[in-house]
């Protein structure tokens, strides 16, 4: 059984993961909370939205009971379950995912704070929160038809930078090549088995 001094030191080892969560979290939430208080329900338009920059960039209070674009509308619970088991994977797949690296603590912490922020809105309110709404000066057939992109929140930009990070990360990550690889070979070659 780990004494406290080790048990600190595991919690330490992910200090940066879980910071940069929390801090992803608190600002979601936060921003959650003031669009709850100060915005009705499904102000899209204006007066009822905040319009930012015009014709380009609003604050408005839409509840989103899908993932991105919509898409699983409906099926909240579902989201909820897959939020939960994202982070037990990466919970139990830690090492291989090389979580003590700093760069990839703050990659899934960005990521698991968004993806708790978002859980949390489909806990209480039964849909995400999202209020970032920006139209954009073109349009693309079956996407983007009128250049209006699906409004978003705190979460969702932690999110897709973290799995983003993860991606552009995962191409500098050791192959076998590496300096630390290279040392425990050495270690090994110079104390032969008995």
Not at 158 to 166: A, M, R
Request: charged content about 15%; glycine content about 10%.
């Amino acid at each position: 059984m780990p004494n406290q001094s080790q048990l600190a030191n595991k919690l330490l080892a992910y200090s940066r993961l879980y910071i940069v969560a929390f801090l992803v979290f608190i600002l979601d939430q936060g921003t959650k909370a003031w669009i709850f208080k100060n915005l009705p329900l499904d102000s899209y338009f204006y007066p009822d939205s905040i319009q930012v920059i015009d014709g380009f960039f609003y604050i408005v209070h839409i509840g989103n009971e899908g993932a991105a674009w919509g898409m699983l509308s409906g099926y909240g619970g579902l989201l909820a379950a897959f939020a939960v088991v994202a982070i037990f994977a990466i919970y139990k797949l830690r090492h291989s995912l090389e979580l003590k690296r700093p760069v990839m603590q703050i990659a899934f912490g960005l990521l698991i704070g968004g993806v708790l922020g978002n859980l949390v809105d489909r806990l209480i309110h039964g849909h995400v929160i999202d209020f970032l709404d920006f139209h954009l000066p073109f349009s693309i057939p079956r996407i983007l038809e009128n250049g209006r992109w699906p409004a978003f929140n705190i979460a969702d930009c932690g999110i897709v930078i973290g799995v983003f990070t993860y991606v552009i990360l995962s191409f500098f990550q050791k192959d076998g090549h590496g300096p630390e690889d290279g040392k425990s070979r050495i270690s090994e070659e110079s104390y032969p088995s008995r």
